[in-house]
């Protein structure tokens, strides 16, 4: 899960997972594998380090088993 502020200043988390890729028009616009579409402040570079970090998270705690 990643954490995210959408256009309006809310903070949420993210399943990570949900998403199919992100576009920036200039706003960024992240579409879900829901058909879902989110307006977020996140530029899409720190939206893929984001996911990044989450993702290596939850590989090194399978490591660490």
């Known amino acids: 899960m990643i954490e995210l502020t959408?256009?309006?200043?809310?903070?949420?988390t993210l399943n990570?997972?949900?998403?199919e890729?992100?576009?920036e028009t200039p706003d960024t616009v992240i579409s879900l594998t829901t058909g879902?579409?989110?307006?977020?402040?996140?530029?899409r570079n720190e939206i893929?380090?984001?996911?990044k970090i989450y993702r290596k998270e939850i590989y090194s705690g399978f490591l660490n088993l």
């Open 48 to 51: 893929t380090n984001l996911v």
């Open 36 to 43: 879902k579409k989110i307006i977020v402040t996140e530029d």
């Open 6 to 12: 959408k256009i309006n200043g809310v903070k949420f």
């Open 16 to 19: 990570a997972d949900l998403i």
């Open 21 to 23: 890729f992100v576009e």
